[in-house]
């Protein structure tokens, strides 16, 4: 049994549309499902638990990031099965799995590719799927909420990135990495990845896997605020762990302690204090 939970509002409701044409094609193939849309925040992960406790084989979720991360949620602990049609507007999380972004594509990946297991994160008691990070990356998606109302696609992280170059600030962290690495000072990027992209297509862990058992932790020295636009195109490129001002680091554990931080989970922006992040394995199986 497939369930199949919908964002109506991903996309600016082209999610909806997929959804159309995606049952249209299981009806056409005789193929059984259930329809269920959410309608408030973290309902995708609480339909996505109670489809796997009724026994759901797999849960596709159509939508984009944020409707994927909840869906995996409510899968991770399970056996049953993620299945992803992306119709966001960043559908970052596909580009590290390999899933089409073609809907017809990616449907026909879940109905004849097994699922097998994928890494997650854990951070303090949440789930997450892709990545998380605090200082420049968070600034950007503050300024590319605001774009999406104009623009769509890349577009508005690159107006975000330009406005933080402007506007940004370094941070005061304290970092915790494995067993015995500790880092006190002022960065400018703290990223831990379990995919490689956030922000529409960024590639800010371009070497990260997800099976691996390993997260990707990306800190960036803070500079004066007239170099930020030397590092804008490493950036951009996936080179920018590659800069002298750059450390990374694998890790199946990490922790931040950063007064009046604001986290970017996923693409939720949440504030915290304290964040503690954990890998995990075989706790959640995906159709990739």
């Not at 984009?64 to 507007?89: F, M, Q, R, V, W």
């Not at 590319?144 to 975000?160: R, T």
């Not at 302690?257 to 890998?279: H, T, Y």
């Amino acid at each position: 049994m497939i369930t199949i939970i919908v964002n109506p509002a991903a996309g600016n409701g082209r999610s909806m549309n997929t959804c159309q044409a995606v049952c249209k094609r299981l009806d056409e193939r005789g193929v059984a499902y259930e329809l269920l849309k959410t309608d408030h925040p973290t309902h995708a992960t609480q339909l996505a638990r109670a489809a796997a406790e009724r026994g759901a084989d797999t849960v596709i979720a159509i939508g984009g990031d944020g409707t994927i991360t909840e869906t995996a949620a409510g899968l991770h602990g399970t056996k049953t099965a993620l299945g992803i049609i992306p119709s966001g507007t960043g559908n970052d999380f596909i580009k590290t799995a390999g899933i089409p972004a073609d809907w017809e594509a990616a449907l026909d990946l879940i109905l004849t590719r097994p699922a097998r297991a994928v890494d997650s994160g854990v951070i303090n008691d949440r789930f997450f799927i892709n990545v998380c990070g605090t200082g420049f990356d968070v600034m950007t998606l503050d300024f590319a909420e605001k774009a999406k109302k104009f623009v769509h696609g890349l577009l508005p992280y690159l107006y975000g990135v330009l406005r933080a170059i402007i506007a940004f600030k370094p941070v005061q962290m304290h970092i915790e990495i494995g067993d015995g690495t500790v880092l006190d000072g002022k960065y400018m990027i703290f990223s831990i990845a379990n995919g490689r992209y956030f922000g529409g297509g960024i590639p800010i862990a371009p070497l990260a896997a997800v099976t691996d058992g390993l997260l990707d932790v990306l800190i960036v020295d803070a500079v004066p605020r007239w170099k930020l636009p030397a590092y804008l195109v490493p950036l951009m490129t996936g080179k920018l762990y590659k800069c002298k001002i750059s450390h990374r680091y694998l890790t199946d554990r990490c922790r931040i302690v950063c007064s009046g931080m604001r986290m970017q989970l996923d693409g939720e922006i949440v504030p915290m204090e304290e964040a503690v992040f954990a890998c995990e394995t075989d706790k959640l199986y995906l159709h990739w």
